[in-house]
């Protein structure tokens, strides 16, 4: 794959760069694509925007070990650009043809894994003890594209039309991939990886669900799984109705939508860059972790008794103090996988996260449903009600059922992770139980593994959500 080597040092600025690129050209299509669901689907808008959200985290789920096996062994870059490729796919298609751009975000579930490989491009090039700061810098960088680009393509719609937005989404997204293909340098070194693009790779290795087979075999990589599920689990649910509810039951103006979401995303950069290092060092990975839960907790649990816009600005800037928990539960799994297991146990956790991100939404949901709160009866041109389950004077007891049991769900994943060891060594025997496969192929114990035997293994020997 000579057309995709470059010169230079990868760093995690590349990284950086990458996600800042994809995840702006999606926030600036936050508005029109409100609108184009709306518009495509007037009835049951919010049902059928978790089926979508659903099968994607599906096939994310499905297909997320595979890719980060296969980056194991082939490397990084040529997988961070097919997912990037593929995730930012459905951006043009969502003027051109509606029922073509939502089919295309469904199947792109398949390859829209990119903070599965990034993650692991990230734990390639930094020690154990940098990492906790690069993944902060990376969560950082997805906080900081969603500050400005929600405004920014709410603007640009309401002068000049979606398909502005559309098209400027679209340029940065053409930039992002050439960005990838011309200036990101390969992360893993070529002898950890073998050469040949014919290297077999393992059922094994593909499937899901005997990853999470390994997963059993080591309760604190069972721990720091379960605690990764209960926690993404209602904030992926959050993520796909949020704004919604912002605008329908709580009366938000578009304008302060996109207010309320870069007051959250300024916080998050300072949240995941300054006060996760200075936790990190003080009171530790693990506690952190639970620091963070804490706040998500918190945050959810506002969320669901709140009824007061004032109360929604509040809740937010708890949320996000919430957000360093995934950098930080990031460092905790780098911290449990090996060198050459990176790719696949990002893989792994971001697998977990892709059927969150399939089940939160439906689960969402469902509760606004049972409880008769609806979010399908939205205005996409004024952002107010057509019509409500319940009088404008009436004040529910629970305005947000859906997100006081998210609540509860923290609650469990905190439980969780108080059981979580601070230091990890089980991982070490069972790579050293896998190593007896081929022992007359690994002579030279400086050399990592083939991914045919690494991903066999249970998973983790230093860890990195």
């Known amino acids: 794959m000579y057309w995709l080597h470059t010169t230079g040092r990868a760093k995690v600025s590349h990284a950086v760069v990458v996600i800042f690129l994809e995840f702006f050209a ?13 518009e495509t689907f007037p009835q049951h808008t919010f049902l059928m925007n978790g089926l979508i959200q659903g099968v994607k985290g599906l096939l994310s789920f499905l297909s997320a070990p595979l890719i980060g096996a296969l980056s194991d062994v082939w490397g990084r870059k040529s997988f961070l650009l097919v997912t990037v490729f593929f995730t930012c796919a459905p951006i043009p298609l969502m003027r051109i043809s509606p029922w073509w751009y939502f089919a295309m975000i469904s199947v792109s579930g398949v390859f829209a894994v990119t903070f599965s490989v990034i993650f692991a491009y990230v734990a390639d090039i930094t020690e154990e003890h940098e990492r ?27 002068n000049y039309g979606d398909s502005l937005v559309v098209l400027v989404a679209t340029i940065i997204a053409v930039v992002d991939i050439a960005f990838v293909l011309l200036v990101v340098p390969e992360s893993l070194p070529d002898k950890m990886r073998l050469t040949s693009w014919g ?111 004032w109360m929604m600005w509040a809740a937010g800037t708890v949320a996000a103090m919430s957000s360093i928990t995934f950098p ?46 609806e979010l399908n009866e939205l205005d996409p041109m004024t952002g107010r009600n057509k019509s409500t389950s319940q009088e404008p004077s009436e004040k529910p007891t629970i305005p ?28 070490v025997k069972t790579y050293t139980d896998t190593r007896k496969i081929s ?21 983790l020997q230093d860890s990195s959500m």
């Open 26 to 38: 999606w926030g600036l299509l936050t508005t029109p694509m409100l609108t184009v669901l709306h």
């Open 132 to 158: 906790s700061t690069a993944y902060g810098l990376v969560s950082a960088t997805f906080a900081a594209s969603l500050v400005t680009s929600p405004a920014i393509g709410a603007y640009l719609s309401a």
């Open 199 to 309: 290297s077999p790779i393992s059922w094994e290795q593909a499937d899901p669900f005997a990853s999470l087979r390994r997963v059993g075999k080591d309760p604190t990589v069972l721990l720091i799984c379960v605690t990764v599920f209960l926690s993404y689990l209602p904030e992926a649910g959050q993520y796909s109705s949020f704004f919604l509810y912002l605008r329908q039951v709580i009366e938000f103006s578009p304008a302060a939508i996109a207010a309320f979401i870069a007051m959250v995303g300024i916080l998050s950069i300072i949240a995941q860059t300054l006060l996760l290092t200075y936790f990190m060092r003080t009171i530790g990975n693990k506690n952190t972790v639970l620091l963070g839960l804490g706040f998500q907790l918190f945050q959810l649990a506002w969320y669901g008794f709140g009824s007061e816009p």
């Open 328 to 373: 930080a539960v990031s460092a905790l799994v780098s911290r449990i996988a090996a060198s050459d297991q990176q790719g696949c146990v990002q893989g792994m956790i971001t697998g977990i996260r892709g059927l969150c991100n399939g089940l939160g939404p439906a689960l969402y949901g469902f509760i606004f449903f049972l409880f008769n709160v």
């Open 400 to 427: 947000g059922p859906p997100f006081l049991f998210g609540a509860c769900l923290v609650l469990l994943a905190l439980l969780v992770a108080i059981f979580i060891p601070d230091h990890h060594s089980m991982a």
């Open 439 to 459: 022992t007359s192929n690994n002579l030279q114990s400086l050399n990592p593994l083939p991914a045919s035997e690494e991903d066999i293994e249970p998973l």
